[in-house]
């Protein structure tokens, strides 16, 4: 599997062997998973006790790009998949560990289902307004054409359904790193430089037009901070915890 998508959508001068890749694919898995789950159990265990914490995690063949994402199979599965490019990028376990992390914590925090939501809300929102505005339009103009407002009012839907769905994005993946970083440390390894994944000068569009991997994610400084700081905090607690 590996050795056939070697070398495609990978970085110069930092990709690993496919061999390397898989072995280091199973070594986060062993340590990362059962660290995750517990985590998970634990969190939604008065809030929602029968939340699916039992995540698949695979490799994507097909993407030929850098990349790891959270979703969801048909029948409702929790997946956290990785494109070999991604696995043969990564410099080492730490920055493996954290990006795997970072997609447990989307599923953790429930973040597909509140982008859903509000995605929902917005399209509501959108189409409210525009309905609104055509109705005003005809009781001011019996004569107005209406021949395009049914096409007008699925476009506005459409425009709030995206606006909602970005709406907090950003913010969705500053809470993921949070619990990543609790993740990468339970599981023994340094969140900081798993972290620096994030921090490479790459470009926020792919060469076909689409957000990378690192375009769908906040400005690395601000995201390095709240990682050493969430980390700082967990020493800090670890310190008090053995007085």
């Not at 496919?18 to 634990?42: D, G, K, L, M, W």
């Not at 994507?60 to 969801?72: G, H, I, L």
């Not at 995206?162 to 994005?169: E, I, K, L, Q, T």
Request: proline share 5%.
């Amino acid at each position: 599997m590996f050795a056939e998508e070697a070398g495609k959508g990978v970085s110069d001068g930092y990709a690993v062997s496919p061999r390397a890749a898989a072995q280091r694919y199973n070594r986060v898995i062993s340590r990362v998973e059962p660290v995750a789950e517990q985590f998970c159990r634990t969190q939604m265990a008065e809030k929602r006790p029968d939340y699916n914490c039992d995540v698949t995690i695979v490799v994507d063949t097909d993407m030929p790009e850098r990349n790891a994402y959270q979703t969801t199979a048909p029948d409702g599965t929790p997946i956290i998949a990785f494109t070999v490019p991604m696995l043969m990028d990564a410099r080492n376990d730490d920055e493996i560990a954290f990006v795997m992390g970072h997609e447990y914590g989307h599923h953790i925090a429930t973040h597909i289902e509140k982008a859903e939501q509000q995605a929902v809300a917005g399209a509501i929102i959108m189409g409210s307004l525009m309905a609104v505005g055509q109705a005003y339009a005809s009781s001011n103009n019996p004569y107005r054409y209406t021949g395009n407002d049914a096409q007008d009012l699925e476009n506005a839907m459409a425009a709030g359904y995206m606006m909602g769905d970005r709406a907090f994005s950003q913010t969705y993946e500053l809470e993921s790193d949070v619990i990543a970083t609790h993740l990468a440390r339970a599981a023994g390894y340094d969140p900081v430089k798993g972290a620096r994944f994030f921090a490479r000068p790459e470009a926020a569009r792919t060469e076909t037009g689409k957000l990378s991997f690192w375009g769908t994610h906040p400005p690395d400084e601000k995201r390095l901070a709240l990682v050493i700081q969430t980390n700082s905090e967990i020493d800090a607690k670890r310190g008090l915890q053995k007085r």
